[in-house]
């Protein structure tokens, strides 16, 4: 009786729904969503972090691979030849420590800017210029910031918020 971590794929946009009925008929699920700001407040405060799909834990030999796949919000288990392919529990925990990381960071790391503060590109095109942190663009772990262009001209720039560092002054 060994139970094995197997990717299934859901409905379009019913990745909640299927989250929560694997869950009522006690099935492990690891459901990796990342946070993100919204525009409106009353939508998703979360994105699937691989839309589509879902993971479960379950041993096929005991429970049904096609209960499963007929379970209201699955389309089917990833399968190769016709038989659905483990995922392997390291996989697993690195992606929920991966997730667990992105979610971190992406709230203390916009939290403590304040429009004004000098940030440092990390990457991207404008890597290793210096900006002033303007603001967040909502729902998209997105930023704007100013950069100094010639003779001064401030430009707007929106760019990735992991794109981005504050600047230690020392």
């Keep these: 009786m060994t139970a094995f971590w197997y990717a299934i794929r859901s409905k379009p946009n019913k990745e ?69 392919s483990p995922v392997p529990e390291q996989l697993i925990s690195i992606l929920q420590k991966r997730v667990t990381e992105i979610n971190a960071s992406s709230r203390t790391r916009l939290s403590d800017l304040k429009p004004g503060d000098p940030i440092l590109i990390k990457d991207g095109l404008f890597a290793g210029y210096e900006a002033i942190f303007d603001g967040t663009v909502s729902g998209q772990e997105r930023v704007r910031v100013l950069l100094n262009f010639l003779q001064k001209r401030q430009v707007s720039v929106e760019l990735g918020s992991s794109q981005i560092s504050r600047v230690k002054r020392g």
Excluded at 48 to 70: E, K, V
């Design 16 to 84: 909640d729904f299927l989250a929560r009925q694997l869950e009522a008929a006690d099935v492990p699920v690891f459901y990796p969503r990342l946070r993100v700001t919204p525009v409106n407040p009353r939508s998703r405060k979360f994105k699937p972090y691989f839309p589509g799909y879902l993971f479960i834990q379950a041993d096929l030999d005991i429970f049904n691979a096609s209960t499963l796949q007929w379970m209201p919000g699955a389309a089917n288990l990833v399968s190769f030849g016709g038989e659905p």
